[in-house]
């Protein structure tokens, strides 16, 4: 009988909370489901921004502006189409952002304005949206184009951009 009252209350406290827990897990993306054209995983998308920012410090731009950061950038409206509150979301807009004002052209700064405002349009209350504006304004203030000047990336104690995207995607630490 003891047994029983003591299976009847557990069960009328995990009850409530499943939902809950349903609900906070529905709005991330699966690690192994694609998204866009060229069928990438959330973990691709950030492999591909990651990998697009060190071929554009070996001098690799063109081809990548026109390859894996438009596949990332298609991959991302359709991840954002299934799960429009994932978190990851805003995370991967920034990281794109940082790897074009890396670019230093025109273009590098067209695209890094186009995704600051997609990132502030559909998440602007996150820190991902202050950051981005923080950058973008810091890379164009002044009279010249200063695409390396990230005073929010070293003042987050991220130190440089991928060591802070690493860090977003690091597992978070047992409590």
């Known amino acids: 009988m003891v047994n029983l009252r003591l299976a009847v209350l557990a069960l009328a406290f995990a009850l409530p909370a499943a939902p809950v827990c349903a609900q906070g ?13 060229y069928r990438l995983s959330v973990l691709g998308i950030a492999n591909s921004i990651r990998d697009s920012g060190n ?10 502006l026109d390859g894996p950061l438009m596949f990332a950038t ?50 602007p209350n996150t820190r991902e949206a202050t950051d981005a504006q923080i950058a973008l304004a810091d890379a164009t203030s002044g009279d010249e184009f200063r695409p390396t000047g990230y005073a929010v990336l070293r003042s ?10 690493a860090a977003l995607r690091a597992p978070l630490p047992p409590h």
């Open 25 to 37: 897990l529905s709005s991330l993306a699966p690690a192994d489901e694609y998204f866009g054209h």
């Open 156 to 165: 987050s104690g991220g130190g440089e951009a991928w060591e802070r995207f």
């Open 55 to 64: 071929r554009i410090d070996e001098g690799n731009v063109g081809s990548t």
């Open 74 to 123: 298609d991959a991302i409206r359709a991840w954002e189409k299934q799960y429009p509150r994932d978190p990851w979301i805003a995370r991967d807009l920034f990281a794109m952002q940082v790897v074009y004002l890396r670019v230093r052209s025109p273009r590098g700064l067209d695209l890094a304005r186009s995704t600051e405002a997609w990132l502030v349009a559909d998440y």
